[in-house]
């Protein structure tokens, strides 16, 4: 069993920042790319920003320079930062893990969290 589970959401000024985090857990044997996806009410759900094991990152045009990506063993986090209305949305962290009991990566994803920017 592997689990992905978000954490840190809630209610931001505009302006203002937020830290999202994301944990992997479970039958884990080795945890490729780690991301963020967010969907805003009636829109698809579209890439924020992701990670490799190696540290290399890709951001969402619209929020480079204001969001950093992060990961640390099974983490992965989401620093954002002079966040504006068009953030709000619920905030999906995925992870591509090789588990202990398959030979081939698949994807995990985490309910999400709902971010609001509003004052």
């Known amino acids: 069993q592997v689990q992905v589970v978000e954490s840190g959401g809630g209610l931001v000024q505009p302006g203002g920042s937020l830290r999202l985090s994301c944990a992997a857990s479970?039958?884990?044997?080795?945890?490729?790319?780690m991301g963020w996806y967010r969907q805003a009410p009636g829109k698809q759900r579209d890439l924020v920003a992701r990670?490799?094991?190696?540290?290399s990152t890709n951001y969402a045009e619209s929020v480079k320079g204001r969001f950093t990506i992060a990961r640390a063993a099974n983490m992965v986090y989401l620093q954002m930062n002079n966040v504006k209305s068009e953030v709000t949305a619920v905030y999906h962290c995925?992870?591509?893990?090789?588990?202990?009991?398959?030979?081939?990566?698949?994807?995990?994803w985490g309910v999400g969290t709902q971010v609001t920017v509003s004052s």
């Open positions: 479970g039958s884990i044997f080795r945890i490729n790319m």
């Open positions: 995925y992870a591509s893990i090789r588990s202990t009991w398959s030979a081939s990566p698949y994807d995990y």
């Open positions: 990670i490799t094991s190696g540290g």
